[in-house]
């Protein structure tokens, strides 16, 4: 009997959009369960980082998402570590903007994958340019 794969994807997943929902599905179809590590606020002030959406907000939507089976919080580099070995990860998956900087987990658990997925056409970060955009030609305009 084969045993069913387990696939790990961490992130921050502020403002969600249709790349993320891809990464989601494309992480899924790796594997039986898929589990998304969140990054918390606090992990994210660590790394200099803000989120548009609070922690909680951005976990229950990805808990809406049919391809998410668990969300479990990130709150440091070490979790990456801790939740691989404690659900059992056969594949790792992240976005291809962070490719080579996990590989050092495969010295650690000999059996795991890790994967590297395209950027979508769409970014949290372009989403958050745009709007700051509008926002200050409203202000422009009220002026």
């Given at each position: 009997?084969?045993?069913?794969?387990?696939?790990?994807?961490?992130?921050?997943?502020?403002?969600?959009?249709?790349?993320?929902?891809?990464m989601l599905r494309?992480?899924?179809?790796?594997?039986?369960?898929?589990?998304?590590?969140?990054?918390?606020?606090?992990?994210?002030?660590?790394k200099g980082k803000?989120?548009?959406?609070?922690?909680?907000?951005?976990k229950y939507v990805?808990?809406?998402?049919?391809?998410?089976?668990?969300?479990?919080?990130?709150?440091?580099?070490?979790?990456?570590?801790?939740?691989?070995?404690?659900?059992?990860?056969?594949?790792?998956?992240?976005?291809?903007?962070?490719?080579?900087?996990?590989?050092?987990?495969?010295?650690?658990?000999?059996?795991?994958?890790?994967?590297?997925?395209?950027?979508?056409?769409?970014?949290?970060?372009?989403?958050?340019?745009?709007?700051?955009?509008?926002?200050?030609?409203?202000?422009?305009?009220?002026?």
């Amino acid at each position: 009997m084969n045993k069913e794969k387990t696939v790990l994807v961490a992130g921050t997943f502020d403002i969600l959009h249709e790349s993320h929902v891809d990464m989601l599905r494309n992480a899924k179809n790796l594997g039986n369960k898929l589990i998304v590590m969140l990054s918390t606020d606090e992990f994210n002030a660590g790394k200099g980082k803000k989120a548009f959406q609070e922690y909680e907000t951005r976990k229950y939507v990805l808990e809406s998402i049919r391809y998410v089976d668990l969300v479990v919080p990130e709150q440091s580099w070490d979790d990456k570590g801790l939740y691989i070995d404690m659900f059992d990860v056969d594949i790792f998956a992240m976005g291809d903007d962070w490719k080579g900087k996990f590989d050092f987990l495969k010295e650690q658990f000999s059996g795991l994958n890790i994967m590297y997925f395209p950027r979508g056409k769409t970014s949290s970060s372009d989403i958050k340019k745009d709007l700051g955009k509008l926002y200050l030609a409203k202000i422009e305009n009220d002026l």
